[in-house]
């Protein structure tokens, strides 16, 4: 929830004679708005909660969590406990993390909680070197911002190249280098170094690699990512996820899924690929400035249909799309007929990329307000599904926590919906770590509150 340091941004502008093809060039052309395929994007952590992961999971796995409409009737609380003052507060599934870092990160704390409906039992403690958890921009990957602590499917948590064991703190080394940089596929981590290969383990075998494979712009994605957790797609059995804005890949066996798109290279400015529930996407845009999406089959292959992409957007807008992959057929209505239907909001952000306002469809425009305590950027916004509660928060570059928000509100009345015991004026933040629960923490006092959707 809370950072002791500043992270560094994201990095500067590309050089101008960078390759045309990269994730910087598609950045600046395609999701300026161009594309806004943001249900394969997204950022955030559902990793399955109470998951079985003996066995695929039987939908696409989204990496965000979406507030409860029941929020709307206001929150109480559930429980209170304290925990260390002044300490960065992570979550992740069934767990709480605290990081008391004090004048010398090198030393630092890491205590672990487990998480269940009536509060937070501490696990165990451990010392960490914290020194680069902001990143580490000295080794050769040169990642603005890696992200410091990742859970490994159901019971691992990642720090640098060790592992621990969330219920018991006992720890492993990881099996890759820790200048490489980690995405996260439900449970199969891949570990992609700088020259482009990238290794696959699953969390139940770490020490034995499932495939390696030389993909062609998984770097620069990393670089672009404000977290490295990717959300998992359900293809006919299959489990795929993407390793960079142009590649999708089958994380159990390595395999690429191969789009024969009808363009030549050179005529190509910039490319992009989404996930359908029934196939693919791939938007293209030409040195005419046009753009085109071609719809694939779950196979990939020779594309099934195409059309022109209408999606009209400013650069400092961001769409908040609905949770579910949708079809191939509702993505050729919302771009290709610019529907709005599956748009749950837009944000308008300003300069720095901090939200400043959200047109929630069909209901209003609620306007954020400027925050005096750190950290004060809302570059996150999540809305519920039947669009009545919005969430804002910062990103993880600030946070090193994907579930963090700082303000609530009701997107019927307009009006901010407060948690009793927290005063966010005053610097208390916000983990939603399921839709219908949440936690607030005083940095100030160490208060650790649960809450739940007033009854």
Known sequence: ??????????????????????????GTAILA???????????????????????????????????????????????????????????????????ET??????????AYALSDSGAAK?????????????????????????AYLMWGKNTLIHDTTLYDLNTGETREAPWSSSDGVIIADDIAIACDSENTCTAYKETDPETYLWVKTTDYTTEYLHSRTEHYAPLFLRDGQRYCALSYREIYNIDTGEPVRFDVPRSHEDILAYGVGAAADGWIVNILDTRNSATIF??????????????????????????????????????????????NTILGIVDRDDSSCSISIDVTD??????????????????????????????????????????FRLMYNADTGEEITFPGMDTSSGALFDLVAEDYAIGYDPATGMLIGYRPAS
């Open 123 to 147: 696990s165990w403690s451990a010392q960490v070197d914290a020194s680069t958890d902001a990143g580490d921009t000295g080794d050769d990957f040169d990642i603005p911002m890696k992200p």
């Open 102 to 111: 004090g004048d010398n990160p090198a030393a630092a704390t890491l205590t």
């Open 363 to 404: 209901k209003r425009v609620i306007e954020l307000p400027t925050l005096e305590n750190e950290p004060s950027c809302l570059s996150i916004v999540r809305i519920s599904a039947d669009r009545t509660v919005i969430i804002a928060g910062p990103g993880a570059t600030e946070t090193q926590d994907i579930q963090t």
């Open 33 to 99: 708005g161009l594309l806004a395929f943001g249900v394969v994007f997204g950022g955030g952590l559902a990793l399955g909660r109470g998951k079985d992961y003996a066995t695929p999971a039987a939908t696409d796995l989204v990496t965000y969590i979406s507030p409860s409409p029941d929020w709307t009737a206001g929150a109480e609380q559930a429980w209170t406990t304290t925990v260390a003052a002044d300490a960065q507060v992570i979550t992740v599934p069934g767990h709480l993390l605290t990081l």
């Open 1 to 26: 929830m809370t950072s002791p340091t500043p992270f560094p941004g994201q990095s500067g502008p590309a050089p101008a004679d960078q390759d045309r093809l990269s994730p910087r060039a598609i």
């Open 295 to 340: 719809a694939f089959g779950t196979d990939g292959g020779e594309p099934i249909d195409s059309y022109t992409n209408n999606q009209q957007s400013e650069s400092n807008q961001r769409f908040i799309n609905i949770p579910e992959t949708i079809t191939l057929d509702e993505f050729k209505e919302r771009f290709g007929k610019n529907s709005r």
